[in-house]
């Protein structure tokens, strides 16, 4: 079976850091995805990690264990912008189609 | 705009008809998907096509049929509908099946 598991909810205040945790089970993998999706609105792509490792696209950062099946978004400076929910999501391998599995995400909420 | 596109963005319709939800994208992309998000946020593929051919069908009662007349479109036609389909659907497309997707605006079906 796949599974992803990430926290339901979580609140911080504008400027602060907070890490979103991602733990999988998956019977293929291919990389780990971020989407963030507002309010009403569609998902869109945060980012991808293939490799253990962190990924650093400005004030958010992505890292992956493969040996852990884990890995977590971080966004710093956060922004009432921010307020989103974020999803994490596997890729699964050739035999797949490649496609991804979604968590159940997690909802960030930024106070002021 | 270079985006994907879906008509209609809402739907309401009684128990029983047929509706169906059209898909657009101009990206050039090659792989084009359909997914649902239901009340509690979970989004779960259903349909993926590769250059018009199905590659990517999950467990989804046969009264859901996409069509992919060419790569730039895909189709999703509902029979019968239920309650149950109530929720908000997903059109996406990628350069590959391992690329990012890039997601439509999403089409919010309510069924009476």
């Known amino acids: 079976g796949q599974s992803l598991e990430q926290p339901s909810e979580v609140t911080a205040v504008e400027g602060a850091i907070v890490q979103i945790n991602c733990t999988y089970q998956?019977?293929?993998?291919?990389?780990l995805s971020w989407y963030q999706q507002h309010d009403g609105g569609a998902p869109t792509f945060l980012s991808y990690?293939?490799?253990?490792g962190l990924e650093e696209t400005g004030r958010f950062s992505s890292f992956l264990s493969r040996s852990d099946s884990y890995g977590y978004l971080l966004l710093q400076e956060l922004q009432m912008k921010d307020s989103a929910s974020y999803f994490c999501a596997v890729r699964g391998g050739y035999n797949q189609g490649g496609k991804l599995i979604f968590g159940q995400g997690t909802e960030l909420s930024v106070k002021p | 705009d270079t985006a994907v596109s879906q008509t209609p963005k809402y739907l309401v319709t009684q128990m029983g008809n047929d509706k169906s939800i059209k898909c657009e994208q101009n990206l050039g992309h090659d792989t084009m998907y359909w997914y649902k998000q239901d009340s509690k946020k979970f989004l779960k593929i259903m349909f993926s096509y590769n250059n018009k051919e199905l590659i990517i069908n999950e467990t989804v009662p046969n009264r859901f049929s996409p069509k992919s007349p060419d790569k730039a479109h895909l189709n999703l036609h509902i029979n019968s509908l239920e309650l149950g389909d109530s929720a908000v659907y997903f059109c996406?497309?990628?350069?590959?099946?391992?690329?990012?997707?890039?997601f439509g605006p999403g089409t919010r079906l309510t069924v009476l």
């Open positions: 990690n293939a490799l253990d």
């Open positions: 996406a497309s990628s350069q590959d099946t391992y690329n990012e997707q890039f």
């Open positions: 998956t019977s293929g993998f291919y990389g």
